[in-house]
T-cell receptor, first 114, second 115 residues
Framework: KAGVTQTPRYLIKTRGQQVTLSCSPI?????VSWYQQTPGQGLQFLFE???????NKGNFPGRFSGRQFSNSRSEMNVSTLELGDSALYLC?????????????FGSGTRLTVV | DAKTTQPTSMDCAEGRAANLPCNHS???????VYWYRQIHSQGPQYIIHGLKNNETNEMASLIITEDRKSSTLILPHATLRDTAVYYCIVRVDSTRGGSARQLTFGSGTQLTVLP
């Protein structure tokens, strides 16, 4: 079956702009989580959505937001981009019931802010 | 979350077993040990998990000490494609919302398989 699909793969934006990233989870998976990966901070949890509801949010400013649609597809938005937002943004999907069922990650969107 | 400690880097000869250690001395009774790996520029990939018994799947084996304070991920016959950063994560197996379900990644171990 198809894996987790993230679009676009690469993105270049200018400071102050906003950006929307998309994630399509594995069919049947109802949970979508987002992570930011930078060389300095490593992989950091942004938020998790389950059945269109945000279940948990990491320690990121309000400029970072997300949503989930009824088909479980998710988007994350970053407004007023800063240079420090340059990162690999990863989406992970799971069935949503138990952690031990594992998370499947997409290949990520590499965002560069100039 | 229980904190994990892993070596920063390790080398392994191709075809040999790769043994990646992880210390989690503050693990609690209901926390599982999970292993993920991340090949350069890709998303992390789930490998295996366990609670207290040793586990094996098609990718690897997981050996957890009797006191559960440490574990070892074993790749029985490492190949060049196993070169990646390996993350050991300790987490409860929760169905609840809130912070119970997020994965906390440390720095991991950079495994380099040498030809």
């Amino acid at each position: 079956k198809a894996g987790v699909t993230q679009t676009p793969r690469y993105l270049i934006k200018t400071r102050g702009q906003q950006v929307t990233l998309s994630c399509s989870p594995i069919s049947g998976h109802r949970s979508v989580s987002w992570y930011q990966q930078t060389p300095g901070q490593g992989l950091q949890f942004l938020f998790e959505y389950f059945s269109e509801t945000q279940r948990n949010k990491g320690n990121f400013p309000g400029r970072f937001s997300g949503r989930q649609f009824s088909n479980s597809r998710s988007e994350m938005n970053v407004s007023t981009l800063e240079l420090g937002d340059s990162a690999l943004y990863l989406c992970a999907s799971s069935l949503g019931d138990r952690v031990r069922n594992g998370y499947t990650f997409g290949s990520g969107t590499r965002l560069t802010v100039v | 979350d229980a904190k994990t400690t892993q070596p920063t880097s390790m080398d392994c000869a191709e075809g040999r077993a790769a043994n990646l250690p992880c210390n989690h001395s503050t693990i609690s009774g209901n926390e599982y040990v999970y292993w993920y790996r991340q090949i350069h520029s890709q998303g992390p990939q789930y490998i295996i998990h366990g609670l207290k018994n040793n586990e094996t799947n098609e990718m690897a084996s997981l050996i957890i000490t009797e006191d559960r304070k440490s574990s070892t991920l074993i790749l029985p016959h490492a190949t060049l494609r196993d070169t990646a950063v390996y993350y050991c994560i300790v987490r409860v197996d929760s169905t609840r919302g809130g912070s119970a379900r997020q994965l906390t990644f440390g720095s991991g171990t950079q495994l380099t398989v040498l030809p």
